[in-house]
């Protein structure tokens, strides 16, 4: 039952006079004008710094409720229709040489090519080289360019934060890359005004460049391991004018690639405007120290760029393929990815080639093209799914109070506003990423007729099923699940339009998914939420230029028909099998209102959080006491790499979902107790497991090569900021990272540690 027009008016001046009115707060209390204190005389606040529900404050209470899931006035779209701009494709970074250069004992890498005048890379942070200097702290030559405070790079000092296997995993080419506000004219449809360069940060390539969209791509192949710089560019200051969201401070988290802990992006090291990050992404295949030890099978392996193969230890059937990379600054990690923190990563191998016409008995031939030796990405295309809102000016929003989810009322596919691709008449490879905040997808193709059309699933967060499913609609996807499909367009004729629709419902405060629609509804549109239905539209063409070759012209005499060379094999990898456990764990995700994620005495948190912060969400560890976050806090220890675990997530509490997100490993989905699992996650790797409501699902994990401090959380990006995370530590057999690594607390002076604390939970002899 939908509102009246009269009604709807009504309610969308409230809750647009709400969202004034929050704005102003968030403002006058960065401005120093009001206090919390203030805040709660007020009646704004409760004590326990909660935002109190009340008309004229809250667009969520239900007199200011607007006729859409975000709870805000529906987003002018100032005359754009849905697809009328073309979909862009990702920005393809380009690598460097990276060379060795011998320096006092230890070999740094020096940047060749564009970024030859960059500071070499080296295996220990710069701060360590900061701290050292001795004399006039205006002369020392590692400090922070911009602010002049604090060292020039990020990564806190000392041998924990140093580059794990540093030698073995030799940078062998580099990226540079600015984290910034963005270019004039970004926009997410030509009929849509500009974004402020504040209201959208996203990345640009070089040191201290603007960004733009759409996000990066970068393609990294097994046996060429990459060394990533990423510059701060944002404003020095916190409430820079246009900064209406996010944290001027980031980490850049490789979701969910196989490096050392300093290097994973999650270790609470954030760094400041000025500074720089160095991230060494190894490439390295998993269970390298344990399995094809001496690189021996074909499989395990990367292509050479001249077409042959790079044999890399490691298990083959752990090869990884669509990533993702994004912001990992706790507490605030919505805010940021959401602003534009984030990228896609393809890895390939000798069996995932991106090449569909090199035939050397280990290439699948999957779809993707012919002109490169790897990576073409002709017909394989990356879909970065989120969703979006703004204000009445067009300018980006987000609801910075709201503790369950925030869910936009503008579909975006790679950053555009329902964009359209021409497609040519044959198979094509798609990597969808469900990019938003809180928005869970039912993704489905219908054809002209408004009927479904047979896709091909084949993989799951980046891991190649052992058999392709055939399916008429993709499982429910949440936030930060990949599935990689393929679509056979030469069913169609030219001129056919085909649409990508989604046929997920929400819960309107953003918690988690209703029942999901019909197709037929979907196509008809859901008036209360314009993300429902059809979201991006593929024109059928006779031809198209190509990506990977400009100036090349793609047709139907020489890329389709018997010219499509690509093929979706009958098994794509093998089963890695179920086996006894050294230890099972149970992991409950629920709610704990109140939350503890602040220090009792001094009321701040590890890292530092907003001063009104609630934390409503909690994890449980093997049926001790609920925690929510604090990076000071370990409340699960791996003691020994190579073993083997089996956990269980919970869904703690009913009528919310949690998409549940595992550091650094993937887990081979065993069972969802005595719920269905579907086909396409049986038995496979994954690194996000949507719980259901009131679910669970158990897995198989083992640990191995790398040392340091992880997390694991729900990857629904607003529980992640109120603390839905937990802390666990990996122990290395040897070697520095065999203890437990002290907790770094970034300051725009530096990084001082504190002596973690062991939960009783964390100590692996209290385990099931």
Request: charged share 20%; net charge negative; glycine share 10%.
């Amino acid at each position: 039952m939908y509102i009246s027009d009269k009604a709807s008016r009504i309610r969308q001046r409230e809750a647009q006079r709400a969202r004034k009115n929050r704005a102003e707060i968030v403002k006058a209390r960065a401005l120093g004008q009001v206090t919390r204190r203030d805040l709660i005389k007020w009646g704004a606040f409760t004590a326990g710094g909660l935002l109190v529900c009340k008309n004229g404050l809250s667009p969520f209470a239900r007199s200011a409720f607007a006729d859409i899931p975000t709870g805000t006035p529906r987003s002018p779209l100032f005359g754009a229709q849905r697809f009328t701009t073309p979909l862009p494709r990702l920005q393809l970074q380009t690598p460097v040489p990276m060379v060795p250069v011998a320096r006092d004992g230890e070999t740094d890498a020096a940047f060749t090519g564009t970024y030859a005048g960059e500071r070499p890379a080296r295996r220990l942070s710069y701060h360590n080289d900061y701290n050292a200097f001795v004399g006039d702290p205006n002369d020392n030559p590692f400090r922070n360019p911009v602010s002049n405070r604090g060292p020039i790079e990020g990564r806190p000092p000392t041998e924990f934060f140093a580059h794990q296997r540093w030698n073995q995993f030799f940078p062998k080419v580099g990226y540079v890359l600015s984290w910034s506000p963005c270019v004039p004219g970004t926009k997410f449809h030509p009929d849509m005004p500009d974004q402020n360069p504040n209201s959208v940060w996203t990345y640009g390539a070089g040191p201290f460049t603007l960004g733009s969209f759409a996000p990066p791509l970068f393609k990294g192949r097994y046996g060429e391991p990459i060394l990533t710089r990423v510059y701060n560019n944002t404003p020095v200051e916190r409430e820079a004018p246009g900064v209406n969201f996010g944290r001027n401070e980031s980490q850049f988290h490789f979701h969910n690639a196989h490096n050392g802990a300093e290097s994973d992006g999650a270790t609470g090291a954030h760094h400041f405007p000025g500074t720089f990050y160095d991230y060494l992404w190894g490439t390295a295949l998993a269970r390298g120290d344990r399995i094809n030890t001496g690189a021996t099978d074909r499989r395990a392996s990367g292509p050479d760029g001249n077409g042959g193969l790079v044999n890399v230890p490691g298990d083959f059937r752990e090869i990884q393929g669509t990533m993702w990379a994004h912001d990992h600054r706790f507490f605030f990690t919505a805010e940021n990815v959401y602003k534009g923190n984030l990228s896609m990563v393809n890895y390939y191998s000798g069996p995932d080639r991106g090449n569909e016409q090199l035939v050397d008995g280990v290439n699948l031939r999957l779809p993707s093209g012919k002109f490169l030796d790897y990576g073409n990405i002709d017909f394989d295309v990356n879909l970065i799914i989120t969703d979006g809102a703004t204000d009445p000016d067009g300018q980006y929003f987000f609801d910075i109070f709201t503790t369950d989810g925030f869910l936009g009322d503008i579909p975006l596919v790679n950053f555009a506003y329902a964009p359209y691709m021409e497609v040519l008449p044959r198979k094509y490879r798609f990597r969808i990423l469900a990019g938003a905040m809180s928005r869970f997808w039912k993704l489905g193709f219908a054809n002209p007729n408004g009927s479904a059309i047979a896709i091909k699933q084949i993989a799951n967060d980046g891991n190649l099923l052992v058999n392709p499913v055939l399916l008429t609609a993709l499982d429910t996807q949440g936030v930060a699940e990949r599935y990689d499909v393929v679509v056979d367009f030469s069913r169609f004729r030219i001129g056919d339009k085909i649409k990508l629709v989604n046929m997920q419902a929400m819960r309107d405060d953003g918690r988690g998914p209703l029942a999901p629609v019909t197709l037929a509804q979907a196509l008809a549109g859901v008036p209360s939420d314009p993300c429902i239905g059809p979201i991006m539209e593929f024109r059928v063409v006779s031809s198209v230029a190509s990506v990977d070759a400009p100036g090349e012209i793609l047709t139907t005499a020489n890329s389709c028909g018997a010219n499509d060379k690509s093929q979706v094999p009958l098994q794509l990898t093998q089963q890695i099998p179920i086996v006894q456990p050294v230890r099972t764990r149970v992991i409950e995700f629920g709610r704990s209102i109140g939350g503890d994620s602040r220090d009792p005495e001094t009321g701040q948190c590890t890292p530092d959080c907003p001063e009104n912060m609630p934390f409503p969400w909690s994890v449980k560890v093997n049926g001790e006491d609920a925690h929510t976050f604090n990076a000071n806090r370990i409340s699960l220890l791996v003691p020994r790499p190579g073993e083997i675990e089996h956990w269980t997530f919970v869904n703690a509490g009913g009528g919310w979902d949690h998409p549940i997100h595992l550091h650094f490993e993937e887990g081979i989905t065993m069972n969802r107790g005595d719920d269905t699992i579907p086909a396409t996650e049986r038995l496979v790797r994954k690194d996000v497991w949507r719980l259901r409501e009131a679910g669970q699902v158990q897995l198989q994990v083992q640990f191995g090569e790398y040392g340091g401090s992880y997390v694991n959380h729900c990857h629904n990006t607003v529980h992640e900021d109120f603390a839905m995370l937990m802390r666990y530590q990996l122990l290395a057999e040897s070697g520095t990272q065999a203890a437990v690594t002290p907790t770094p607390n970034p300051t725009p002076d530096g990084v001082f540690f504190t002596t973690p604390e062991i939960l009783p939970e964390g100590n692996p002899s209290s385990s099931a």
